[in-house]
Nanobody
Framework: QVQLVESGGGLVLAGGSLRLSCAAS????????MGWFRQAPGKEREFVAT????????YYADSVKGRFTISRDNAENTMYLQMNSLSPADTAVYYC?????????????????WGQGTQVTVSS
């Protein structure tokens, strides 16, 4: 069984930065892809970024491209999301996810494991 635990959320002013972490544990943790999704109040969960676990290839939603950076530390089984130039539109619960689909497959159904989420609030 794989467990994912997010951390690093919080309250930040517009224009500020946050770094989210997702620590993975499990007897055999070797996903093909890990990703970040977010869900704002009253909205559906949406894709933010994915990373191919072995090669590090990345894929971003247009709304965060150039502001967010996804990365991973294979040795520590940890994934990160560096978020810069944050705006109130980025306010949401951020979830990490892991699955065996291709890193460009951003369908929620492609991910088998999910964290509990971490709240990010950006005030204007």
């Amino acid at each position: 069984q794989v467990q994912l635990v997010e951390s690093g959320g919080g309250l930040v002013l517009a224009g500020g930065s946050l770094r989210l972490s997702c620590a993975a544990s499990g007897r055999t943790f070797s996903p093909n892809t890990m990703g970040w999704f977010r869900q704002a109040p009253g909205k559906e969960r949406e894709f933010v970024a994915t990373i191919k676990w072995s090669r590090g290839s990345t894929y971003y939603a247009d709304s965060v491209k150039g502001r967010f950076t996804i990365s991973r530390d294979n040795a520590e089984n940890t994934m990160y999301l560096q978020m810069n130039s944050l705006s109130p539109a980025d306010t949401a619960v951020y979830y990490c996810a892991a699955g065996n689909g291709a890193f460009w497959n951003i369908e929620i159904s492609a991910f088998d494991y999910w964290g509990q989420g971490t709240q990010v609030t950006v005030s204007s």
